[in-house]
Nanobody, 125 residues
Framework: QVQLVESGGGLVQAGGSLRLSCAAS????????RGWFRQAPGKEREFVAA???????YYADSVKGRFTISRDNAKNTVFLQMNSLKPEDTAVYYC???????????????????WGQGTQVTVSS
């Protein structure tokens, strides 16, 4: 049974940093793309960042230059380093894993098969 477990969320002041982690179990995801999405209250889930099997990355314009996605295949874990946080970054952050191996960088939710339970990130002004 595949499980994705996020950690690292919390409350931070604007301008601060957080590092989210997403540990996978039940399958090795080294050949699969991994992504981060977020959902703020009253809004739809939106793409944040993704990294594919070869290390290529893609970011939403709203986080480009501030967030960095990375992966540690030995630990089956993907990370999201979030710097210069803004109040508008407040949301529940979800990690996801692709359904297929060796794909490019999926940026839409339906391309991902496995999802974590989410971790809350709150940025105060």
């Amino acid at each position: 049974q595949v499980q994705l477990v996020e950690s690292g969320g919390g409350l931070v002041q604007a301008g601060g940093s957080l590092r989210l982690s997403c540990a996978a179990s039940g399958r090795t995801f080294s050949n699969y793309a991994r992504g981060w999405f977020r959902q703020a209250p009253g809004k739809e889930r939106e793409f944040v960042a993704a990294i594919n099997w070869s290390g290529s990355t893609y970011y939403a314009d709203s986080v480009k230059g501030r967030f960095t996605i990375s992966r540690d295949n030995a630990k089956n874990t993907v990370f999201l380093q979030m710097n210069s946080l803004k109040p508008e970054d407040t949301a529940v952050y979800y990690c996801a894993a692709d359904a297929f191996q060796y794909r490019s960088v999926p940026v839409v939710g339906y391309e991902y098969k496995y999802w974590g339970q989410g971790t809350q990130v709150t940025v105060s002004s």
